[in-house]
């Protein structure tokens, strides 16, 4: 399960690449995509991979890939499809996004079991006859 948010750098509307990007042709709707795009690969999950498959999903042509990646906002990723440039310095990780939502669930498990069991109950504790949340 993916983020229902990711970062957006404040400056990004007078960062270098975005200001390449907009004096390209088509260099807009470019910078929509590459929204789109943050957007849909935190709520997939994908740590910044965007298939091909996915780009009519995030609403861009050819163009703008090569755009995108023109400027440094894309990489060709090995797999096929793009990859956001610096995606897992920027943006969290799915895998610690995972940690922490088994995290929260674990505490809210022990609150709830100690709160109608009593404090020296144990059930919420992760065992084999009790497996992880």
């Known amino acids: 399960m993916g983020l229902p948010w990711v970062r957006l750098d404040g ?12 004096t390209m042709p088509g260099g807009k709707a ?9 957007a849909w ?8 991979h965007i298939p091909t498959a996915a780009l009519p ?9 090569r755009t995108l990646a023109a400027v440094g ?24 996004t995972d940690l922490k939502r ?8 022990r609150t709830n079991c100690q709160r109608w069991h009593g404090p020296n109950c144990g059930c919420w504790q992760e065992t084999e006859a009790n497996p992880p949340l």
């Open 30 to 38: 470019a910078m929509a995509v590459y929204m789109f795009a943050l």
């Open 73 to 96: 906002l894309w990489d060709h990723h090995p797999d096929g499809g793009w990859q956001i440039h610096n995606w897992n310095t920027r943006q969290q990780l799915a895998v610690v």
């Open 11 to 22: 400056t990004i509307p007078s960062h270098d690449k975005t200001l390449a990007a907009l």
């Open 102 to 109: 088994h995290s929260q669930r674990v505490s809210a498990a």
């Open 41 to 48: 690969s935190g709520a997939h999950g994908t740590d910044g």
């Open 57 to 65: 999903m995030i609403h861009c042509t050819p163009r703008d890939a």
